[in-house]
């Protein structure tokens, strides 16, 4: 027979089997919008790039950007064919691409390394929705131009940032502008300037804050549609003081309420869960309970 060490041992196996399994689900169940279906293409590679309608296009052939070039770095979108699957994982510096377009489905996936531009982003232009994965590395975009999620009505715009995956962007950004975006983030994402949810009376915004850090150094605002900012974990950094913000219609607490902190120091409003003293001494008493139990 089992001594009773031995059960418990088994019995947190089970547990540490249980919660990866679930974390594993929840990762999968972000990823699972992404879109299906044309060719794959190796972003690192020079070959990848080509200079094509409204600037350099993710088609076959081609060459790295230069000066002179057109601006737009297009995937899926001027001329390029629906449903393009894009994958980078070394580190790309593109300081001639002003702005990245992903339309007609476009699927990225960025799997490790850095993407830096001098401009912003656009996911999701057309009724075709386009997903970027964030799994790995860091993208950066600079201030030239705004980084917009679902352009037009009637369009999809889906980012996913993974745990330990660094994503920050410096110009003026609407998740949302005139479709249905989302923002899922796990890891560390920054944005430098202000964060408009829901632009148009036809957009919805979601944004879920599930870990890691979150910071906006600009203003956060709902537009004209429909905006939920969802937060699951993690830590939020708001520029000002937002103290209150979490009671705002469309800011929704959704971890533990009673750990919820706004925490107002040096011009910044810190958001975060925080277990309430009682509750660390009641975890305590719990483990000395179970160290008699054995």
Do not use: C
Not at 179 to 201: C, I, K
Not at 203 to 230: E, M, Q, R
Request: cysteine-free; hydrophobic content about 45%.
């Amino acid at each position: 027979m089992l001594g009773k060490r031995s059960i418990m041992l088994v019995l947190g196996m089970i547990a540490l089997i249980f919660t990866h399994s679930a974390v594993a689900a929840i990762i999968q169940n972000v990823q699972s919008t992404a879109p299906s279906g044309g060719a794959a293409i190796d972003w690192d590679l020079v070959s990848s790039w080509t200079v094509g309608v409204g600037g350099p296009g993710i088609l076959a052939g081609g060459a790295t950007p230069a000066l002179g070039d057109g601006d737009i770095a297009n995937i899926g979108a001027a001329g390029a064919p629906a449903n393009q699957s894009v994958t980078i994982s070394g580190d790309l510096t593109h300081p001639y691409v002003r702005y990245i377009r992903m339309d007609s489905g476009a699927l990225v996936n960025q799997n490790g390394g850095s993407l830096t531009t001098w401009g912003g982003i656009t996911i999701g232009q057309d009724l075709l929705g386009s997903v970027y994965n964030l799994n790995a590395g860091s993208l950066t975009l600079g201030a030239s131009d705004v980084t917009v999620m679902a352009w037009n009505p009637g369009s999809s715009g889906e980012l996913n940032v993974a745990a330990g995956a660094t994503f920050t962007t410096n110009p003026h950004s609407i998740i949302g502008r005139g479709g249905a975006a989302v923002l899922n983030s796990y890891g560390d994402v920054t944005f430098n300037s202000n964060l408009e949810m829901g632009g148009l009376a036809t957009a919805t915004a979601l944004i879920n804050v599930y870990d890691g850090t979150f910071s906006i150094a600009g203003a956060l605002f709902a537009g004209a549609g429909s905006a939920d900012f969802n937060f699951h974990g993690g830590d939020i950094y708001l520029t000002g003081d937002i103290r209150g913000i979490g009671d705002y219609s469309w800011f929704n607490v959704l971890g533990n309420s009673a750990d919820y902190r706004e925490e107002f120091d040096a011009g910044i409003t810190h958001l975060s869960y925080v277990p309430e003293p009682v509750s660390i001494v009641l975890m305590g008493f719990g483990g000395l309970f179970l160290r008699r139990r054995k």
